[in-house]
């Protein structure tokens, strides 16, 4: 990559401009589901600068966006969700300034890295046909549900070498990312009147006692297995005032890198298996509703040696982590994409009434991700690159 090509793009992107696009982005909404508003906006602003906007059906009115440059086949993708969580309040889900700070659902995750990533891609259109490196820009739906978005492309188009996907990581580059499991635990008791527990059997008591033995096992112990886990929801049977008969848990595990989902399912199923010993007419039931596995690159490939180089032209300090929840990366890396994950923004904040995201860091990151995009052009001179090996 040239210099004066690399300075070129670095000066096509328009700070104002990326606001502008961001600050739209925020104001539409789009949780799960209901993309088709965000989605028509995005179609719009690419086909006026000039591109051949592909949509991708996903199903009825969801779909993605995918446009390309450079000679195919491409080499990398930068790839955002337009999706959000829903909103707590739909009076005040929009944009709010604050000097460099803006607020808004969906403003870390990941509004702030689909604008840095549109805005980057229209800094590299301002290169001539022949300089533009070999990238793709992929506008997914779903990833804050199923996936289904990246799953539609990924069934759809050749998986391709390296994604960039621009999940809040506060800029920081994620070569390794956590796996998942959604647990679902159900226990079933028998209704009495509430003034005669003794007669029935609590199905939330159990519940309760069965999560204090998960916790207590060394599987869960702090500093061991580092598993992460989180009592996502908690519901039981309602009818009044009596004994609850059913009592439903949803759990989130995060879990590094190098563990074995099979295995991790297969404790937790023994830890359940003794629960029934200790706990008098426990009824308990365990389903994973979804698993997906983590990965660890490396850092032994061209990219990673180049983002030094990279942070210190842009004067960025670098920073390496591991991604410690779900995303779409999982989904990439299953199908033989190394997927880096990269964005502005602080997942701590993501999904909470208090998201935000400076602008300087959008900014910041429409320029990591143009020369990221630039060392494409470089590919063919790195093998590494082109053999799909996976840096386990």
């Not at 993309?35 to 179609?43: A, K, R, S």
Request: charged share 20%; aromatic share 8%; net charge negative.
């Amino acid at each position: 990559m040239t210099h004066r090509r690399r300075d070129a793009v670095l000066q096509a992107i328009d700070p104002d401009r990326l606001r502008q696009t961001f600050l739209d982005l925020l104001a539409i909404y789009s949780p799960s589901g209901k993309e088709e508003d965000v989605q028509l906006y995005l179609e719009d602003l690419l086909t006026r600068a000039g591109f051949a906007v592909e949509r991708q059906v996903v199903e009825g009115d969801r779909y993605n966006l995918r446009v390309t440059m450079g000679v195919a086949p491409q080499q990398l993708y930068l790839v955002g969700h337009v999706d959000t969580v829903p909103a707590w309040d739909l009076d005040t889900f929009g944009p709010k300034q604050e000097g460099e700070i803006i607020r808004g659902l969906g403003s870390a995750d990941m509004k702030g890295g689909c604008a840095a990533m549109v805005e980057a891609w229209l800094a590299l259109a301002t290169l001539p046909l022949a300089e533009r490196p070999p990238v793709g820009l992929l506008l997914v739906v779903g990833e804050e549900e199923n996936g289904d978005g990246s799953a539609a492309f990924l069934k759809a188009c050749q998986p391709p070498p390296w994604v960039i996907i621009g999940e809040p990581t506060g800029l920081a580059a994620c070569f390794a990312h956590y796996g998942y499991l959604e647990a679902r635990l159900v226990t079933t008791g028998r209704r009495s009147h509430s003034s005669l527990p003794e007669v029935g059997h609590n199905a939330v008591e159990s519940m309760l006692r069965v999560l204090l033995r998960l916790w207590e096992d060394p599987l869960f112990a702090p500093g061991t297995t580092a598993i992460v886990h989180s009592i996502r929801e908690m519901s039981s049977s309602r009818a009044g005032f009596v004994v609850p008969d059913r009592c439903e848990t949803w759990i989130d595990l995060h879990l590094l890198p190098h563990h074995d989902l099979a295995l991790i399912q297969t404790a937790i199923r023994r830890i359940a298996e003794d629960a029934k010993r200790c706990i008098p007419g426990l009824d308990l039931q365990i389903e994973f509703a979804f698993a997906a596995a983590g990965f660890n690159l490396g850092t032994e490939h061209y990219l990673a040696r180049r983002l030094p180089a990279i942070y210190d032209d842009l004067s960025l300090p670098l920073r390496l982590d591991a991604f410690r929840s779900h995303s779409d990366g999982n989904l990439f890396f299953a199908a033989d994409t190394k997927p880096i994950i990269l964005g502005p923004g602080a997942l701590e904040v993501a999904h909470t009434p208090d998201e935000q995201v400076t602008i300087t860091d959008v900014v910041a990151a429409a320029r990591i991700y143009a020369a990221m995009s630039l060392e494409m052009i470089n590919l063919g001179d790195q093998p590494n690159l082109q053999s799909g090996e996976r840096f386990d």
